[in-house]
């Protein structure tokens, strides 16, 4: 009789243990639930998106979604508060052309500088490395903390985390990794240093 009564309490546990299982909900992918919440569900892989655009697969894990220009940066910020360990950043700015959307790509937190490294963001025509870039961006990083808030095969944008005790400087070395942002853009670098100040970030761009 005890053995049965034990027999009966050995089923009704493991009954249990499966019941447990069976309702125990499966894990998302943490990337599916940011691709829902923030576009829809609709996105790609990092790598086969940039396989697509570059020819180059940058082997790190993560996604890309469209995200209109006006909200972009607005995103940016909601996907870093809401998964602390994500790293979202702009992989190809379409400035509202043709109303096209900005991609935004998001991975796992991860050294900003690698990041450069493995995208290959260079300038193949103006003959600027991506060791020459990430050098410049380390050594900017040096004068004053940036935050690298956009990367794709041939451009840079970072913020600056604080003030720069020296915005000449900072400016200097901008324009001297990339030139094209003053010989297209800003035309002087007195007026490149003011618009670093006005809107506390840098755009560096290559052929």
């Known amino acids: 009789m005890k053995i049965f ?7 009704v546990a493991v009954s249990l243990a499966a019941i447990h299982v069976s309702c125990r909900a499966p894990k998302q992918d943490p990337f599916v639930v940011m ?6 569900g609709v996105h790609l892989s990092l790598d086969d998106y940039y396989f697509e655009a570059n020819g180059i697969k940058p082997g790190i894990k993560g996604i ?3 995200i209109g220009q006006e909200n972009a940066g607005i995103v940016m910020e909601m996907i870093t508060t809401d998964f602390v360990f994500s790293m979202p950043f702009r992989i190809e700015k379409n400035y509202g052309k043709d109303d096209r959307k900005d991609k935004v790509a998001i991975i796992e937190m991860k050294d900003q500088f690698d990041l450069v490294k493995a995208l290959g963001t260079r300038g193949k025509e103006d003959g600027v490395d991506t060791s020459s870039i990430v ?7 040096t004068l004053v903390k940036i935050r690298i808030t956009g990367a794709g095969s041939d451009f840079v944008e970072f913020t600056f985390a604080a003030t720069p005790s020296d915005w000449t400087a900072v400016a200097a070395e901008c324009a001297d990794i990339a030139p094209n942002i003053i010989q297209y853009g800003t035309g002087t670098l007195k007026v490149l240093e003011e618009e670093l100040r006005q ?3 840098a755009v560096l761009w290559w052929f």
């Open 5 to 11: 009564r034990k027999l009966i309490l050995l089923a």
């Open 135 to 141: 050098k410049a961006l380390k050594k900017i990083n």
């Open 64 to 66: 890309v979604i469209e």
């Open 35 to 40: 691709a829902k919440k923030y576009s829809g």
């Open 199 to 201: 809107y506390n970030k």
